[in-house]
């Protein structure tokens, strides 16, 4: 079964710095994709970044950008220009390739995100 | 509708009795997950929904807890004899496409056992 690693259970950051998650993940299938979810305070999850594994090109979307090393199973998460409402629950995911309920969705156990002034 | 919609949005009930969650997808999504989330923790993985495949159900934590999906759309996720450890916010999310594989989440359901 794959297996997905957030090791930072707390991170903060300054307004307008930089700062960057780690995920790592566990899996011996070639076809995947993965994904970082935010949670903020309301509590409604949303997707902020996506990878495919056969795409060698980091995902970016405006200040969210990936760090993807394929063969080193790590997919991290760097957020430029840090916002007061980027403060957050961050969550690492993993999705098979493969069709049906073999595609299943696993998280990793997130990251808190503090922004300060 | 617009977006994923799950009801109640708080239930308060007494330990031994039976709830129902519902979660009404996105029109034309045939992913569907229910997810439990305890107070600041992360995500536990309960039951997955995809078309016409048998459902995952692997994360189900014991018997009193089953979840069914009519018709392809609307699905209740149902915990009988209630316990105090039941207690947490429920989260359900459905997907459209295989190949993009995002989800859209619910505001969840959050449970108070007393």
């Known amino acids: 079964a794959q297996t997905v690693t957030q090791s930072q259970p707390e991170m903060s950051v300054q307004e307008a710095e930089t700062v960057t998650l780690s995920c790592t993940y566990d899996?011996?299938?070639?076809?995947?994709?993965l994904f970082w979810y935010k949670q903020p305070p309301s509590r409604q999850m949303i997707l902020v970044i996506r990878?495919?594994?056969?795409?060698?090109q980091n995902a970016t979307e405006n200040r969210f950008s990936v760090n993807f090393q394929k063969a080193a199973k790590s997919f991290s998460l760097k957020i430029s220009d840090s916002q007061l409402g980027d403060a957050a629950m961050y969550f690492c995911?993993?999705?098979?390739?493969?069709?049906?309920?073999?595609?299943?969705?696993?998280f990793g156990t997130g990251t808190r995100l503090q922004v300060t002034l | 509708g617009a977006g994923v919609s799950q009801s109640p949005s708080n239930k308060v009930t007494e330990k031994g009795k039976d709830v129902e969650l519902r979660c009404d997808p996105i029109?034309?999504?045939?992913?569907l997950y229910w997810y439990r989330q305890s107070l600041g923790q992360g995500l536990e993985f309960l039951i997955y929904?995809?078309?016409?495949?048998?459902?995952?159900k692997s994360g189900l934590p014991s018997d009193r807890f089953s979840a069914e999906r009519t018709g392809g759309s609307v699905s209740t996720l149902t915990i009988q004899r209630t316990q105090q450890e039941d207690s947490a916010v429920y989260l359900c999310?459905?997907?459209?496409?295989?190949?993009?594989?995002?989800?859209?989440f619910g505001e969840g359901s959050r449970l108070t056992v007393l």
């Open positions: 899996t011996s299938e070639s076809d995947y994709y």
């Open positions: 995911a993993y999705r098979s390739g493969y069709t049906g309920t073999a595609s299943k969705l696993t």
């Open positions: 999310a459905s997907g459209r496409d295989f190949d993009t594989g995002e989800l859209f």
């Open positions: 929904f995809q078309g016409n495949s048998a459902p995952d």
């Open positions: 990878q495919e594994a056969y795409k060698q």
């Open positions: 029109s034309g999504h045939t992913a």
